[in-house]
């Protein structure tokens, strides 16, 4: 496989990660609401809780990608993030496991953003590196915007448990699509 190759492959695993992640955080909040009442202030409670964990997990996950190898840690990334939805699924009874799943789930996630980032930029020009970041967020922007516009349909239709089990399944194909990169 080309370089080129790998690249799109890449950009393709980044756009997957997006749409997973932007589907499970926006519409955790509904499931918050709809199982366990939570109002503004708790559901914006849960995201002070995941920004914290999002500061510390940031550069220590980086730092982790870049010491042992971003293919490594985006195949821990991928899988951990499959087990963590599923597990958000299995105890999805239990605000307080929810909470503890939004934690995991930050540090897990954190595992991939960087290393994705670090691998479409690699060996690139400067020039390059400009252009690739600049695909890489339009990359993610994207997905993040199919994710809310089609979100709250799949909500609908799919029931609530698709917070987590829709996630799991393209995280699932993620790790596949790494493995076959």
Known sequence: ??????????????????LATSYYFNYLFFFLRDHFGFGNRGNLSVT????????FAA???GKFAA????????????????AVMVGGALAAHSAGALLAIVALYNVV????WPALEALV?????QAGVQEMVGIYNCTWAGAAALAYF???????ALGAGAVFWLPAGIFFSQFLLLLWL
């Open 121 to 125: 930029s690699e060996r690139e020009t």
């Open 59 to 61: 550069w220590q996950c």
């Open 109 to 112: 996630l954190l595992l991939t």
């Open 1 to 18: 496989m080309t370089h080129r190759q790998l690249k799109a492959g890449y950009f393709t695993l980044a756009g997957m990660n997006t």
């Open 67 to 82: 010491k042992f190898g971003r293919v490594f840690s985006l195949k821990i990334g991928f899988s951990g993030l499959c």
């Open 48 to 55: 002070a809780l995941s920004g914290f964990i999002y500061i």
């Open 150 to 156: 089609t979100g709250g349909k799949l909500y609908d």
